[in-house]
């Protein structure tokens, strides 16, 4: 949700400016928009830059890009599509920059779940205009995509096309309160960087649950009424990646017509920034057509039978180890659905420490630990940006007393894991409110532990988001940890690892584990957790092995 880099947050949207740019050498004078400012119902009037191909004549497709970071950032953008025969509308939100508007939440004036629909009124005064031919598309990614998402089920159908990039469907589990915990580093740390503190802050700290309040903002809910077909790019280290996948889920399958079926899905080894532990190879000679947003909109505006015609509807990298040139993964594969075919395989937490595929513990053992919000387990990478992301090495942290390791004997065989993964917990604590966290990380035959996805519950909604249920001392609870989604395949001679804590600060908030309402006070208490590692009580992993072969 940065000010968004194209050229750092994905190799698909690279595509776009690459695609556009023509032969290398001097750029000419950058358009000069003409600027509107479009009443909204309510009299708001929003700054709006338009573009027009050629000498401004004649009616052409037209694409819009709505974002909160000033529209006079886009002239550049506006340069190549225009060169392509589209107008370009660029517009400020509501309060941003030049347009008019109180202190607004943030996307919710979009078209769904807040009080005025500025997308869908934009799109209508875009349909009056002379040079709109009555076809739109939408682009953008991060916080532009998020708009996209925001307004699709109300618009036009003279919204053709959208291109999404990087965005979350979900307000609630997928930008605020991941596993019911807050994103401080992500939510909190944009919000003050593009001061937005003001009236979001205080709003989004009024509801931890979800409530309507969220309900109303999940794009997901309103799928049915989607009919624009949308390519949905994203990363496997992204900020929003569940978002991605969910979004092009709702739509694909479950979409309005026009746009159920006709999706695509884009996933990338890509992060919300540079990645730096690992580079993966780009393997551009297989990537699909729709990752060109170019291509997107010459077939869905234009008509072209070009190559996006053609492809199937989901496209995504199966990571390996890059270091080595033999392993197998780091390719693109190209099928028609997802989730892939895969079998969910339990591994099971020991309690020496091993990891171990489909044999649960037979004992009764259990491992406690102590959990200090005044001194959490420093986030490493991960799904995060403006920092260390993506697969950093965890061993700094997994030294501390907090942190339960579980790893698995070296792989004889290659393992491919492609899906959502998710945990099993059976843990009690001496407070009634605690977080449990969990990481899967890819250990190298050197060493390193290299994350590649982490998830947190907060204890007080492992029954549900939208009531609270408490523990008791003493007590056993079954938690279910999502830890989003993934491919990748485990190189033969690595190992897997699993590490269980109950911080990962300042990705999330820590829990003070008091039970009181959510920034109620700073009163902190210290729990004892415990992870149960028994029979009747088997804490595990499921992990969505692949079924196909795991080599290319």
Not at 4 to 30: R, T
Not at 371 to 391: A, C, H, R, S
Not at 482 to 498: A, E, M, P, Q
């Amino acid at each position: 949700m940065q000010r968004f880099s194209i050229g750092k947050s994905s190799w698909a949207i690279v595509v776009l400016w690459a695609a556009a740019n023509g032969c290398p050498g001097q750029e000419p004078a950058l358009p000069k928009p003409t600027t509107y400012r479009v009443a909204m119902s309510d009299g708001v009037k929003l700054a709006t830059d338009v573009y027009l191909p050629g000498n401004g004549a004649g009616k052409h497709p037209v694409i819009v890009v709505r974002t909160p970071y000033d529209k006079g950032r886009q002239t550049m953008l506006a340069q190549r599509l225009t060169k392509h025969g589209y107008a370009v509308v660029v517009q400020d939100l509501r309060g941003r920059f030049q347009s008019e508007g109180e202190p607004v939440i943030i996307f919710a004036n979009e078209g769904i779940g807040g009080p005025h629909q500025d997308g869908r009124e934009t799109l209508e005064w875009i349909l009056k205009q002379s040079w709109c031919n009555g076809k739109i598309g939408s682009w953008g990614g991060s916080a532009l995509g998020i708009v996209q998402n925001m307004t699709a089920p109300v618009a036009p159908d003279a919204l053709k096309a959208q291109y999404i990039s990087v965005a979350f469907s979900d307000y609630y589990s997928q930008c605020a309160y991941q596993g019911g915990a807050f994103r401080k580093q992500l939510f909190e740390g944009w919000l003050r960087a593009n001061k937005l503190i003001e009236k979001n802050l205080e709003t989004y700290v009024a509801h931890p649950r979800y409530d309507d309040f969220w309900k109303r903002l999940n794009s997901e809910n309103y799928a049915a009424q989607v009919r624009a077909p949308a390519v949905y790019v994203g990363g496997w280290y992204d900020i929003f990646l569940q978002g991605t996948i969910n979004a092009f889920q709702a739509v694909h399958y479950h979409g309005g017509e026009g746009a159920r079926g006709k999706c695509r899905l884009v996933l990338s080894p890509i992060g919300h920034g540079v990645i730096t532990e690992l580079k993966y190879p780009k393997r551009t000679d297989q990537a699909p057509a729709c990752s060109d947003a170019l291509l997107w909109f010459d077939h869905m505006l234009l008509g072209k039978d070009n190559a996006v015609a053609h492809e199937k509807a989901v496209h995504y990298y199966v990571m390996g180890d890059p270091t080595d040139p033999h392993a197998p993964g780091n390719f693109w594969r190209h099928v028609d659905d997802w989730p892939p075919p895969s079998r969910p395989t339990p591994f099971y937490f020991h309690a020496d420490g091993v990891l171990v595929r489909d044999k649960p513990p037979q004992g009764n053992e259990e491992k406690t630990y102590t959990y200090d919000p005044k001194n959490p387990v420093p986030t490493i990478g991960g799904q995060e940006m403006g920092q260390l992301l993506g697969p950093a090495d965890q061993r700094r942290v997994e030294k501390r007393p907090d942190v339960l390791l579980f790893t698995s004997e070296e792989l004889k065989e290659p393992l491919e894991v492609t899906g959502r993964i998710t945990a099993k917990l059976f843990v009690s604590s001496d407070c009634p409110d605690t977080d449990f966290t969990v990481k899967l990380c890819d250990v190298y035959p050197d060493g390193r532990s290299m994350l590649v996805s982490d998830g947190i519950l907060r204890a007080r909604y492992h029954k549900s988001f939208e009531k609270e249920s408490f523990l008791e001392p003493g007590q056993v609870y079954e938690l279910n940890v999502d830890l989003w989604s993934t491919s990748l395949i485990f190189n033969k001679g690595h190992r897997l690892r699993v590490a269980v804590s109950s911080s990962n600060a300042p990705r999330f908030e820590p829990n003070p584990n008091t039970g009181r309402p959510f920034r109620a006070d700073k009163e902190t208490r210290v729990a004892k957790n415990t992870l149960h590692l028994s029979l009747r009580y088997p804490s595990r992993i499921i992990l969505p092995v692949y079924e196909a072969a795991v080599r290319k």
